[in-house]
């Protein structure tokens, strides 16, 4: 293989590789702002620590925070902690046009999920 071709097939793959992040970057952002929880409070969510939090702006809860996310290649992953008590468990989440889908599993097998609406 010539210099020239060889060049031209590397440049192709750092461009590939660079508008990959690129995209991933910009749909993990999407995450960010405020969402309806089923229990009609107003849930924000923030850039972190390199993570995105999910604090409670109304409700019983205010001002808790309620989770904290990594972004995955297919979701969101991270932790949910129960604002009344200790407990804290693994969860993923997923964005599908205005709803996000918040699964949390205190056992590996017994999940309970939520959909939220963006606002």
């Known amino acids: 293989m ?5 060049l031209k097939i590397t440049k192709t793959i750092v461009l590939t590789i660079c508008f990959s992040i690129f995209a991933n970057f910009a749909n993990a952002n ?10 009609g409070d107003v849930a924000n969510i923030t850039e972190c620590e390199n ?4 604090e409670l702006e109304t409700g ?4 808790k925070m309620l989770a904290k996310f990594e ?14 008590g200790d407990n804290e ?6 964005i ?11 056992v590996p097998f017994l999940c309970k999920t ?6």
Not at 2 to 6: C, L, P, T, V
Not at 60 to 63: A, L
Not at 89 to 94: K, L, V
């Open 2 to 6: 010539n210099i020239s071709k060889s």
């Open 30 to 39: 999407e995450i960010l702002g405020q969402w309806k929880t089923e229990d």
């Open 51 to 54: 993570s995105f939090c999910i």
């Open 60 to 63: 019983k809860f205010s001002g």
């Open 71 to 84: 972004v995955s290649e297919d979701a969101y992953k991270g932790i949910v902690y129960n604002p009344a």
């Open 89 to 94: 468990f693994s969860s993923t989440a997923i």
């Open 96 to 106: 599908a046009n205005d709803t996000l889908e918040i699964k949390a599993c205190p």
């Open 114 to 119: 939520q959909k939220w609406q963006r606002m």
